[in-house]
Each structure stands twice: as structure tokens, then as C-alpha cells.
């Protein structure tokens, strides 16, 4: 299903935000940097920090390197990040899977330690994420800016709540999808023509004619409950 949108200008960078316990060097993250590659735009899938004051920092922080109207992208906790960066500097964004409201779940996770397998850090969930989350999680969005990609089997964020906040988002509901949303690949040109691109067919798994890569240097894209 895919609804209208309002007009949104053509994207001139797309920053990509992982999930919770993932990392840059995510399938979703290599995934949209291909995609960025072909399309000769500048991409920047940054490695998050797992608190979310400061994970929301380090994404603001690469906008400026993104040209004037990047698209903002993000799956479980990173479309929740991707919705406060949307929504605050007034640009369109892509929802893979969102979290809704995070801090309900992290309040289950409080003492629970975690190993990062893409970075090699290991970390405890303090009550400091919960009031972090619960400081940061908007009473409303913008849905128009939004396209909203939603696995309709997703185990870990029951996609109603998703479907419920951003009611009037363009939407893709993928029949059986699960959190991880392994056909991603197959929905990357609806997501950057969100952004006003167009992906050709085939792209997949050839390398853009004449181009090396439009990756940013040093940004370097799942437990992973939000991948």
C-alpha cells in the first residue's frame, strides 16, 4: 500500500541511521550505501553511540556534510532517531520498522548488559536511557514528510503503533516482514525516490558506472532487537 505524499525536495544526501545494538557496518547500512553509490549521492551511515542523547548528536552532526536537504533513514530505534532529525531540521525521512515509543521497551532492559558484535563494546542499560528516551519521544509527527516501510510479522514493535503515530505517512506494508526486514533491497528504489532519485533496474550488486563510491571517509556502517 502506497499512499500520496506532499511534494518534498529532490534529496542531496542521505544519512542512514542504524538500530539498537547494530552498527554501520550493518546488511541495512551497506545496503543504502550501494544504493547511494549508484546514485552518485553522498551517504553517511555514522556508528551510534548506544545512549540516545548522544547517538542524536553524532546524526545531527553529519548533516551539514549531506548538502542542504538530506534524506534521513532509519530502522527500529535509528527511524525513531530519523524521526526527531526529520522533524527538527524540517526534512523527509524513511521509516524501516520505527520505534514508537522506546522507552517502554528499554524499561524491560534496565541492568541488562549487551556486547556489540560490530564494534566489540559491551554496555548495561541504565535508567539514564530510559529518561533520555522519555525526554526525547514526540507527542506528534509530521506524517507527510515521512514514507513508513512496515513488516506486517514484525516480533519485536507491533506495527499498528508505527501505523497509528504517522497516519497520513506514504506507507508499504510487506506482507509477513519480520523486524529484520531482509527484503529490504527489494524497496530501496520506493525509499530513494522518496528522496526524488531513481534507482535503475538491475542496480543491485553491480557497481555504478563511473563512480567509486560517494561514502563519506570514517563513517562506517543485529542482540539486535533494533536492527
Known sequence: ??????????????????????GSGSPKAALMRDACTWLGLPCATPQL???PAAALALAESRLARLGSR?????????????????ERYDLAGVLINPAVAPAGLVAEWVGERFDNAY?????AIEAAHLEELEALTPQRVTAERYLLLL??????????EAFALYRGARTI?????????AALADYLPAILAH???????????????????AGIPGDTNDRNHFG
Open 70 to 86: 538530506p534524506l534521513v533513514a532509519g530502522s527500529s530505534m535509528g527511524g525513531f532517531l530519523a524521526t526527531l532529525v526529520a
Open 49 to 51: 553511540p548506544h545512549r
Open 119 to 123: 564494534t566489540g563494546e559491551r554496555f
Open 1 to 22: 500500500m502506497l499512499s500520496g505524499a506532499r511534494r518534498l525536495p529532490v534529496a542531496s544526501g542521505v544519512l542512514y541511521l542504524h538500530g539498537f545494538n547494530s
Open 151 to 160: 513488516g506486517t510479522a514484525d516480533e519485536t514493535l507491533d506495527p499498528a
Open 173 to 181: 506494508l510487506h506482507p509477513q516482514g519480520d523486524h529484520g526486514l
Open 195 to 213: 528522496g526524488g532519485h531513481g534507482l535503475p533496474p538491475g542496480w543491485a550488486g553491480r557497481k555504478a558506472p563511473g563512480t567509486e563510491g
